[in-house]
């Protein structure tokens, strides 16, 4: 059981150590994406936008990069074997399913977690606002959306194997899209009737929307 | 025991919702301990034999059983039982040989220290040493290949499918593959198929065969049985002092065609059988022989002419007779 499980997280941890590109799901894409919607809050404020504007960017970079560095880790569990052209031999294992899920999962868990540290250390030096005060309420939330992000990533991987590669850029829509729905960056409120009956069902939504009563009341109190 | 048994095995592969049939009633019982060699052109139908052993791919129908476990209903238990050796195998670019060998180690559940202990071994006695901690990428297809056979061999496998192993190598490294793989199989009680384009390689390494054409079996049996059902002849390869009035050499028994080009062939139905008659009825006639060879019929004379592309070479005895 523990053999099988770490092989996953032992395979992409040097996989990804090795990788630039693989290493920017980390250390780089958070931030292009807190600064770039960053400063476009900013720049909302000085037109006169509420300054709690600022927060939707914070929680939504911190809440979207633990969906989508969750998602990364259970579909590239395939992705790699299917780009390093060994796929056949994945299944030759011993390994079950199970040992698949657990693996990659918790690679996907460690990752979005050390993401968090570095985005939430980025707001506190770049906004002055310290996330970590309120790590009991953000765990269950932020649980969530990895769970959420997990499942999706599974249903990418099943599509992968069961039918095509051609499903691979899912990986990358189904980010998008969900991300869309789930009011990262605004309130869902704001969404067309039709697509909030969408968002209503996403658990992404609920997390994130959370997430953000609750900080938007900590600034106002 | 039988190691596998195979009973009617059919596989369509759908395209446009036609069938394609990969595999059409193979029928096959392979023993424990037996190096079994599958042989066929391109597109027999050898590596979907082997990815459905493996369980990597369900049958259309019929069924199959690996170390007494059914193919369908035991899968986990075969996949951990046995191991897998593609020719021309990729693996991750950015590991190194032994990482990929940890890696597959684990993920067949080998605990430490025995999964040290293994790679060691297979580094060392496949000489991987030497490159050992290169990128994967880095590694050229002697070596990548090495790898292949390093990781089939993680598991100490009971069942081993090779699938080309040595497809692309150069001899030497194609030798020390083979030689490794045979030591492995005399230390252990291990069981091996293998398919190969190399029929040098199967004949050197396998007793029996099974011959595949278009998804069926043609053949199958001892390498030395089915020579004698084909009836493919032996050549017995003499050097004379002189090549006059030899027609007499066709009524000796066995003796199917006698043609003179360079020395004088004989065909022959047995070699070691024939050649005491031969040179017998030689001395008696006063001919002396300056030199003799024997060419027993190869593996390739009876895949061709299973396959009935082409006569094979020693079959030549027709037109060698009108020569004489
Ligand atoms: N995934 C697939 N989809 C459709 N057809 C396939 C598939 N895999 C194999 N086939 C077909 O099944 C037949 C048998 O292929 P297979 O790969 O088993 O042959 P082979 O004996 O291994 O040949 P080779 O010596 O070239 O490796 C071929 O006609 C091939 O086109
Ligand atoms: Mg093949």
Redesign the interface.
């Known amino acids: ?1 523990f ?2 499980t ?2 996953y997280i ?2 992409q941890w ?2 990804m150590s ?2 630039p590109g693989e290493l920017a799901w980390i250390f780089v894409y958070p931030f292009i994406g807190l600064l770039s919607i960053g400063i476009y809050a900013f720049f909302l404020i000085t037109q006169g936008a509420p300054l709690d504007s600022i927060l939707y960017v914070l929680v939504g970079v911190i809440s979207w990069n633990f969906y989508d560095v969750s998602q990364r880790a259970i579909t590239f569990g395939i992705t ?1 074997d299917i780009w ?3 796929l ?9 399913i199970r040992h698949f899920i657990l693996g990659n999962s918790v690679f996907g868990l460690i990752s979005s977690v050390l993401t968090f540290f570095l985005v939430a250390a980025a707001g506190l030096l770049v906004f002055g606002f310290n996330l970590f005060s309120a790590w009991l309420w953000l765990i269950p939330n932020l649980l969530i959306v990895f769970i959420f992000a997990t499942g999706i990533g599974l249903m990418i991987d099943s599509l992968l194997i069961s039918q095509s590669e051609k499903y691979m850029s899912l990986i990358w829509t189904m980010t998008g899209v969900i991300m869309i729905f789930s009011g990262v960056y605004y309130p869902a409120s704001v969404l067309p009737a039709p697509m909030q009956a969408v968002s209503q069902i996403l658990p992404t939504t609920h997390a994130i929307n959370s997430m953000g009563i609750l900080f938007r009341s900590r600034t106002i109190a | 025991m039988n190691a596998i048994e195979v009973s009617n095995l059919k596989k369509c592969f759908r395209s446009d919702k036609k069938c394609i049939w990969a595999l059409k009633g193979i029928d096959l019982k392979i023993k424990k301990g037996e190096i079994f060699g599958l042989l066929g052109p391109n597109g027999a139908g050898k590596t979907t034999l082997i990815y459905i052993l493996s369980t990597l791919l369900l049958p259309t129908s019929g069924t199959a059983r690996v170390l007494g476990l059914d193919i369908e209903k035991g899968g986990d238990e075969i996949r951990k039982r046995t191991g897998l050796c593609f020719g021309g195998s990729f693996f991750y670019w950015d590991m190194t040989a032994r990482e990929i060998l940890e890696y597959y180690g684990r993920l067949y559940g080998v605990k430490n220290p025995e999964r040290k202990k293994r790679i060691e071994y297979l580094i060392k006695n496949l000489g991987i040493s030497k490159f050992s901690n290169k990128y994967f990428s880095d590694l050229s297809t002697g070596m990548r290949q090495k790898v292949a056979v390093a990781k089939s061999l993680i598991n100490e496998p009971e069942v081993l499918f090779l699938d080309e192993p040595t497809a692309g190598l150069d001899v030497e490294v194609s030798i020390d593959v083979r030689n490794f793989i045979i030591d492995m199989i005399k230390e252990r009680d291990m069981t091996v198929i293998l398919t190969s384009h190399s029929l040098y390689e199967v004949e050197e390494m396998c007793r029996r065969v099974a011959i595949i054409n278009r998804g069926n079996i043609v053949e199958e049996g001892d390498i030395s049985d089915i020579k004698r059902k084909l009836r493919i002849p032996d050549v017995i390869h003499l050097y004379l002092d002189r090549y006059e009035n030899i027609g007499f050499l066709r009524s000796i028994p066995g003796v199917k065609g006698v043609a003179v080009t360079d020395g004088v062939f004989i065909s022959v139905d047995s070699g070691l059988k024939r050649l005491n008659s031969i040179t017998k009825a030689l001395k008696s006639r006063k001919f002396r022989i300056k030199d003799l060879e024997i060419k027993k019929a190869s593996l390739e004379d009876v895949f061709l002419s299973v396959i009935g592309q082409r006569g094979p070479r020693h079959m030549l005895g027709e037109i060698w007779r009108e020569n004489v």
């Open positions: 059981m053999e099988e770490t092989s032992y395979k040097k996989i090795r990788r790699l390093s052209n060994c056949r031999h994945s299944f030759a294992g011993n390994s079950r």
